[in-house]
Structure formats: C-alpha cells, structure tokens
C-alpha cells in the first residue's frame, strides 16, 4: 500500500493529446475544404 503509483495527471495529459489531434485533424480539413468552400460562396455572390 505504501508504493502505489500516481496516475492523478495521466487522464488529463490523455485529453490534452485528443484535443491536440482533434484540433490538427480540423486544421488539414478546412485547408483543404476552405478554398472550394470559398469558391462556392464567390460562386452565389456573383449570381446576387
């Protein structure tokens, strides 16, 4: 009972690092969606 390992920070360090690749994953769609996104925006304005 004396030599029980800490895990208090693991959960935390665990969700920090999903986030981070949730954020990347986000980031390299909208690089790659962002400019056809634009396009079709440009594409509506100018039928305005």
Known sequence: ???LPREEGQGLVEYA???VLVAIVV???L??????V???FSTI???I
């Open 31 to 36: 690089l790659l969606v962002g400019p056809a």
């Open 1 to 3: 009972m004396l030599f």
């Open 45 to 47: 304005v100018n039928a």
């Open 27 to 29: 980031i390299a769609i």
């Open 17 to 19: 690092l999903i986030l």
């Open 38 to 40: 634009g396009n079709v």
